[in-house]
C-alpha cells in the first residue's frame, strides 16, 4: 500500500499561499515531449473492462495501433493536477468541443489521467496560458527513472523537510518517516488531528489543543507556509517570465 501525504499543518498554510496567485492558474507538470510514450501509451487502443464488467481486470489492448493524433498537440505529464474553477466549468460544461472531443479520444488511451487535462489546456487558446509545470509534490526517483518513484524513508526525510512542497509521496503504509513527518513537520501528536489556527485549547503535554475549537474560518499560517511561499514565488516567476507556458 502506498500513500500520498500532505506536508503543511492542515488547509490554511495552502489558502495562504494560494492565495497570492492567481485564481485562473493550473498546476500540470506537463510536456509535448512524448519520448517513449508516444509507442507504449499514445499509440495503443485500449478497452477499460469497468465499462462492461462486474469485478474490474487487466484493460485490454486492441491488436491495431492509431497514429499520433494532428487535429490536436498531445501533452503528458504528472496525474496530479490543481485545476482552477474556470477550466474546470469548461470541461465541464462544454461550450467549446475540445474537452468532449479529447475525452472521446481518451477513453481509448493508456492512462487517460496522465494526458488528458493536460492536452485540453494546452489545445485550448483560452487556458494554454494559465499553467504552471508543476504538480507540487516531492518524489525521488531512481536512475535510469522506473515506472513510479521509490518509496521515501527516513534517509530522504532531511530532503522532503527543505523541499517546502506542500505534497510528497509515495510512502508505505506505517513506515517510520510518517512518525517523523507527523512530529517535526505537521505538529501532530500520536492519535490527535494536525493542529490548526482553529484549536484554542492549552497544548499541554496532557491536552489535545483541538479538543476544544474556536473560530473554524481562521486561517492562521504555519512557519511551513513560508517555505511553500518560497516554492510558490518562484514558480510564479517562472511562469510569468514565459511567452507561452505550453511547450
Known amino acids: 500500500m502506498w500513500l500520498i501525504i500532505l506536508l503543511l499543518p492542515f488547509v490554511p498554510d495552502l489558502l495562504h499561499v494560494f492565495s497570492s496567485a492567481p485564481r485562473d492558474l493550473n498546476f500540470i507538470d506537463h510536456t509535448s515531449d ?31 495501433r492509431r497514429k499520433t493524433p494532428e487535429s490536436f498537440k498531445f501533452f503528458t505529464g504528472s496525474p496530479w493536477v490543481i485545476l482552477s474553477r474556470s477550466f474546470l466549468e469548461f470541461c465541464i460544461l462544454g461550450w467549446d468541443n475540445l474537452p468532449r472531443t479529447l475525452l ?79 512530529a517535526k513537520i505537521l505538529g501532530r501528536r500520536s492519535r490527535q488531528v494536525v493542529p490548526g489556527g482553529w484549536c484554542t485549547g492549552s497544548g499541554r503535554l496532557w491536552m489535545d489543543r483541538c ?20 516554492v510558490m514565488k518562484k514558480l510564479l516567476a517562472d511562469w510569468r517570465s514565459r511567452s507561452s507556458s505550453c511547450k
Open 34 to 64: 512524448l519520448g517513449w510514450k508516444e509507442y507504449h501509451r499514445v499509440q495503443p487502443i485500449v478497452v477499460d473492462p469497468e465499462i462492461y464488467l462486474a469485478r474490474r481486470s487487466q484493460i485490454f489492448y486492441g491488436r491495431e
Open 211 to 230: 479538543s476544544l475549537w474556536g473560530d473554524l474560518t481562521i486561517v492562521k499560517p504555519s512557519p511551513r507556509a513560508e517555505k511553500f511561499g518560497k
Open 104 to 182: 472521446l479520444y481518451f477513453t481509448n488511451t493508456v492512462i487517460p489521467q496522465e494526458g488528458y487535462f493536460h492536452s485540453v489546456v494546452c489545445n485550448s487558446p483560452q487556458f494554454q496560458n494559465t499553467t504552471v509545470s508543476s504538480d507540487l509534490r516531492y518524489m525521488e526517483w531512481d536512475n535510469p527513472p522506473q515506472m513510479e518513484p521509490h518509496f521515501l524513508n527516513l534517509s530522504d526525510y532531511g530532503r522532503i523537510a527543505s523541499s517546502g512542497l506542500p505534497f510528497a509521496r509515495q510512502f508505505r503504509k506505517d513506515d517510520p518517516v510518517l512518525d517523523k513527518i507527523d
